[in-house]
């Protein structure tokens, strides 16, 4: 299909973020969308298609929330902005509040940002300086996890796991400091040999690491409930809680990255709400406000907050010109209003066992190696071998994509296939994308002569 003049130069003038040019060149590679209603989104040749993936596991509420879009016009004509620095506006203070009522009780101090990364930027530093103001100025060290990703800034990408010699090589040195233990990743357990007897392996070589390192030298542990980009492995049960333990017991804080497990998408609230743990901070963003406008947070525990206040020089001088900001705080409070009457958490869990059901009757697709997931965030690892387990190559995977997106499927497609729909998919929807992904799967095999 020949590429549109709006197509060509959203390839000559957009910097598309973190794709590779070749792909994007490829016939239809790049779309340009225009609108979205639901789990549907329309690009400019006026075709639909299924969002698998809720933009980047951000459009929660669906698209096209025409009440949030009022809730923010209304506040950009009353007052769009004032400065994050000794002044607050109105919906930010609400927000918060609100907040607070849904974080876990004890975490009830926000600061406001505007995405995952900055969110995770604020985490770090603020645990640096905390261990500083508390006389503990040498932790500053950061354990995190193999393929975990954090985000793009100095910080957050030192902390993330995912493509470290791709990082080292082309952005190195990274942040001092920065160590990773393995995921609680069962399906490809980096430890079986060494340890067959699991008994959470995983969480053991976390503590082994902050002896290795130094407990004193360690200022936070941080990770994401449940990994995404490590292939939305499910830790088993015992797994938080030793995380939760060692903290405790070496006197390190824990940072729970809920850019993508917040706000329902794990079928509760926050994914660690899944472990019962009590992180000491929380990192938010995507869907804080569902997209419809940036907004990111870092909450902390109140006590570890006060450490910061009484005089100038333990104040946090860290601070973002977009912190809190008008317009993004009235999305966030109409987003999370929206959540909380529609009950998209629940409908994340039982849409999530719809789909998590219809993903396990796949199985039978020669190309599906594992199907692992929780409330509406799910995976299948596709394998060229399903005795072996190889993976297959991004390349072939690349295939798969491709019969999905003419299909109508617009999802992330790897070595893994991602599933992340908005959490006000219909099960009518829910159907549509499994019945889509049988036919790419079977057209896919029989491209690459599997079965
Ligand atoms: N943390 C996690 C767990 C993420 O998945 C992401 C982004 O995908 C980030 C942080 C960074 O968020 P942002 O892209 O909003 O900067």
Same mark, same amino acid.
């Given at each position: 299909?020949?590429?549109?003049?709006?197509?060509? &130069?959203?390839?000559?003038?957009?910097?598309?973020?973190?794709?590779?040019?070749?792909?994007?060149?490829?016939?239809?590679?790049?779309?340009?969308?225009?609108?979205?209603?639901? =789990?549907?989104?329309?690009?400019?040749?006026?075709?639909?298609?299924?969002?698998?993936?809720?933009?980047?596991?951000?459009?929660?509420?669906?698209?096209?929330?025409?009440?949030?879009?009022?809730?923010?016009?209304?506040?950009?004509?009353?007052?769009?902005?004032?400065? &994050?620095?000794?002044?607050?506006?109105?919906?930010?203070?609400?927000?918060?509040?609100?907040?607070?009522?849904?974080?876990?009780?004890?975490?009830?101090?926000?600061?406001?940002?505007?995405?995952? &990364?900055?969110?995770?930027?604020?985490?770090?530093?603020?645990?640096?300086?905390?261990?500083?103001?508390?006389?503990?100025?040498?932790?500053?060290?950061?354990? =995190?996890?193999?393929?975990?990703?954090?985000?793009?800034?100095?910080?957050?990408?030192?902390?993330?796991?995912?493509?470290?010699?791709?990082?080292?090589?082309?952005?190195?040195?990274?942040?001092?400091?920065?160590?990773?233990?393995?995921?609680?990743?069962?399906?490809?357990?980096?430890?079986?040999?060494?340890?067959?007897?699991?008994?959470?392996?995983?969480?053991?070589?976390?503590?082994?690491?902050? @002896?290795?390192?130094?407990?004193?030298?360690?200022?936070?542990?941080?990770?994401?409930?449940?990994?995404?980009?490590?292939?939305?492995?499910?830790?088993?049960?015992?797994?938080?809680?030793?995380?939760?333990?060692?903290?405790?017991?070496?006197?390190?804080?824990?940072?729970?990255?809920?850019?993508?497990?917040?706000?329902? @998408?794990?079928?509760?609230?926050?994914?660690?709400?899944?472990?019962?743990?009590?992180?000491?901070?929380?990192?938010?963003?995507?869907?804080?406000?569902?997209?419809?406008?940036?907004?990111?947070?870092?909450?902390?525990?109140?006590?570890?907050?006060?450490?910061?206040? /009484?005089?100038?020089?333990?104040?946090?001088?860290?601070?973002? &010109?977009?912190?809190?900001?008008?317009?993004?705080?009235?999305?966030?409070?109409?987003?999370?209003?929206?959540?909380?009457?529609?009950?998209?958490?629940?409908?994340?869990?039982?849409?999530?066992?719809?789909?998590?059901? /219809?993903?396990?009757?796949?199985?039978?697709?020669? =190309?599906?190696?594992?199907?692992?997931?929780?409330?509406?965030?799910?995976?299948?690892?596709?394998?060229?071998?399903?005795?072996?387990?190889?993976?297959?190559?991004?390349?072939?995977?690349?295939?798969?994509?491709?019969?999905?997106?003419?299909?109508?499927?617009?999802?992330?497609?790897?070595?893994?296939?991602?599933?992340?729909?908005?959490?006000?998919?219909?099960?009518?929807?829910?159907?549509?994308?499994?019945?889509?992904?049988?036919?790419?799967?079977?057209?896919?095999?029989?491209?690459?002569?599997?079965?």
């Amino acid at each position: 299909m020949k590429r549109t003049p709006v197509e060509q &130069s959203a390839l000559d003038h957009v910097w598309v973020h973190a794709m590779q040019y070749a792909d994007l060149e490829q016939e239809d590679g790049l779309k340009v969308l225009v609108r979205g209603e639901g =789990s549907t989104l329309y690009d400019a040749r006026g075709r639909a298609f299924l969002d698998g993936l809720a933009g980047l596991c951000i459009v929660n509420v669906g698209h096209g929330r025409a009440e949030i879009a009022e809730a923010m016009a209304a506040q950009a004509r009353q007052l769009a902005y004032v400065s &994050s620095f000794n002044h607050v506006a109105l919906p930010t203070v609400q927000l918060a509040e609100k907040l607070a009522t849904l974080t876990p009780p004890g975490l009830d101090r926000v600061f406001f940002c505007s995405g995952g &990364s900055e969110a995770v930027e604020t985490a770090l530093k603020m645990a640096r300086q905390y261990h500083a103001l508390n006389g503990e100025p040498q932790r500053q060290k950061f354990i =995190s996890r193999q393929e975990s990703y954090h985000g793009a800034t100095y910080g957050a990408m030192s902390v993330s796991g995912r493509g470290r010699p791709f990082l080292n090589r082309n952005f190195g040195p990274l942040l001092q400091g920065t160590h990773q233990g393995p995921q609680p990743f069962c399906f490809r357990c980096p430890l079986h040999l060494t340890y067959p007897d699991c008994g959470v392996a995983c969480a053991d070589a976390v503590e082994d690491i902050i @002896r290795y390192e130094g407990p004193e030298t360690i200022a936070a542990i941080i990770a994401e409930p449940i990994s995404f980009s490590a292939g939305i492995a499910v830790p088993p049960a015992e797994y938080w809680p030793k995380l939760r333990a060692l903290c405790d017991r070496y006197g390190i804080l824990l940072i729970a990255d809920e850019v993508i497990t917040g706000f329902g @998408r794990t079928g509760r609230w926050f994914g660690l709400e899944h472990f019962a743990v009590t992180p000491d901070m929380i990192t938010l963003a995507k869907g804080f406000s569902s997209g419809y406008a940036p907004l990111g947070a870092c909450v902390v525990k109140r006590e570890l907050a006060e450490a910061f206040v /009484g005089h100038s020089d333990l104040t946090f001088r860290h601070g973002y &010109s977009y912190g809190g900001h008008a317009v993004s705080a009235a999305a966030g409070l109409k987003n999370i209003e929206v959540l909380e009457r529609e009950d998209l958490a629940g409908n994340a869990g039982r849409m999530g066992a719809r789909l998590g059901q /219809g993903l396990a009757n796949l199985a039978r697709h020669p =190309s599906v190696g594992d199907v692992r997931g929780i409330g509406l965030m799910w995976a299948v690892e596709l394998v060229v071998d399903q005795h072996t387990r190889r993976k297959v190559t991004m390349d072939q995977a690349q295939v798969l994509d491709r019969h999905l997106m003419q299909l109508g499927l617009l999802t992330r497609c790897w070595d893994i296939l991602y599933f992340a729909p908005p959490l006000c998919i219909t099960p009518e929807e829910v159907d549509q994308m499994l019945a889509i992904t049988d036919v790419a799967l079977g057209r896919f095999e029989d491209d690459l002569g599997l079965g």
